[in-house]
């Protein structure tokens, strides 16, 4: 069945490092990819998205290049700030036969605090 | 543009009851789809309702149900509480072909 796997966690860093979280999937077709962020006591919020391979997703600093061929979408930002401590959710969907079926497979979760 | 709305916010139930959880879709947005949280883990999917009708199902069982309104607002019901349906029930609304799905803040609900 279709899966998403995050790299293992947490991950602590200080203001301004660079911060990567990797993805990869396994999906039967040709998934959308997306990362949420879950702030703490709230629901998920859609960070970035990409619809087909070599699509790069943006958002507030962060990236994510969906990569076919490894079939990762790793998260990157370039400078985090304590304001991003929060948890990330890699997730993917699959359109069935055009309707408007797509439910959400989602990652573990990673939990990002960073420290000023 | 209201965004998706969920409750009640929190509730705690005793195991055996019965809970209906409510959610309003956001405005123009057809499709409703349910997911339980687990706490430390991520989403998982329940099922989704398109046009008044589930449109879709994951690995859960029957006293799992649900319901779409002609406004596209939905209701979670999960009957025979177990200690293990403890979790944040989270509710997401979309285009009729859209892929992104926008999600309300949950609802948390503690089975005793």
């Known amino acids: 069945g279709d899966s998403v796997t995050q790299m293992e966690g947490p991950v602590t860093l200080s203001e301004e490092a660079f911060l990567t979280i990797n993805c990869t999937y396994t999906?039967?077709?040709?998934?959308?990819l997306f990362w949420y962020v879950q702030y703490p006591g709230e629901g998920l919020q859609l960070l970035l998205k990409a619809t087909k391979a070599d699509d790069k997703g943006s958002n507030k600093g962060f990236e994510a290049t969906y990569r076919k061929e490894t079939t990762s979408f790793h998260l990157e930002k370039g400078s985090v700030q304590v304001s991003d401590s929060a948890v990330y959710f890699c997730?993917?969907?699959?359109?069935?036969?055009?309707?408007?079926?797509?439910?959400?497979?989602f990652g573990q979760g990673t939990i990002l605090t960073v420290h000023p | 543009e209201t965004g998706v709305t969920q409750s009640p916010t929190h509730l705690i139930k005793t195991r055996g009851q019965q809970v209906t959880l409510r959610c309003s879709s956001q405005s123009g947005h057809n499709t409703v789809s349910w997911y339980q949280q687990a706490l430390g883990q991520g989403p998982q999917f329940i099922f989704q309702?398109?046009?008044?009708?589930?449109?879709g199902r994951g690995n859960f069982p029957p006293r799992f149900s649900g319901l779409q309104f002609p406004n596209y607002s939905s209701e979670l019901n999960v009957n025979a509480l177990e200690l293990d349906d403890s979790a944040l029930y989270l509710c997401?609304?979309?285009?009729?072909?859209?892929?992104?799905?926008?999600f309300g803040p949950g609802t948390r609900l503690t089975v005793t």
């Open positions: 999906a039967t077709g040709y998934p959308s």
């Open positions: 309702y398109y046009r008044e009708e589930e449109n």
């Open positions: 997401a609304s979309s285009l009729p072909t859209g892929y992104e799905q926008y």
């Open positions: 997730a993917l969907s699959l359109n069935a036969g055009g309707t408007s079926y797509g439910k959400l497979t």
